[in-house]
């Protein structure tokens, strides 16, 4: 069984920070991509920050500047930086993870339970 597990959301005032973190336990032997989505009330969920094994990373044009992921291998964890948070920031934020299974051989995804970022003064 997989599970990822997200920490690190709250409520935050207009500019403010806050860091994220996902970690990814079971039994599997390779993560490839972790990123974030999020989703506020009454959107769709959409993709915020991607990165691949290997460092690449892909940001929601709203984010751009003011996010920042990045990854510990050796931890299986992910890391979603936020900074100038603004009330359009708001949502669920949710951790997944696309790895192999002990015993797959096809990539899976998998989703964290989410954690919630509230941004208001």
């Known amino acids: 069984q997989v599970q990822l597990v997200e920490s690190g959301g709250g409520l935050v005032q207009p500019g403010g920070s806050l860091r994220l973190s996902c970690v990814a336990s079971?039994?599997?032997?390779?993560?490839?991509?972790m990123g974030w989505y999020r989703q506020a009330p009454g959107k769709e969920r959409e993709l915020v920050a991607a990165i691949t094994l290997v460092g690449s990373q892909n940001y929601a044009d709203s984010v751009k500047g003011r996010f920042t992921i990045s990854r510990d291998n050796a931890k299986n964890t992910v890391y979603l930086q936020l900074y100038s948070l603004n009330p359009e920031d708001t949502a669920v934020y949710y951790c997944?993870?696309?790895?192999?299974?002990?015993?797959?051989?096809?990539?899976?995804?998998?989703w964290g339970q989410g954690t919630q970022v509230t941004v208001s003064s």
């Open positions: 079971g039994r599997f032997f390779k993560i490839n991509t």
């Open positions: 997944y993870a696309t790895l192999y299974r002990v015993g797959a051989v096809l990539l899976e995804p998998y």
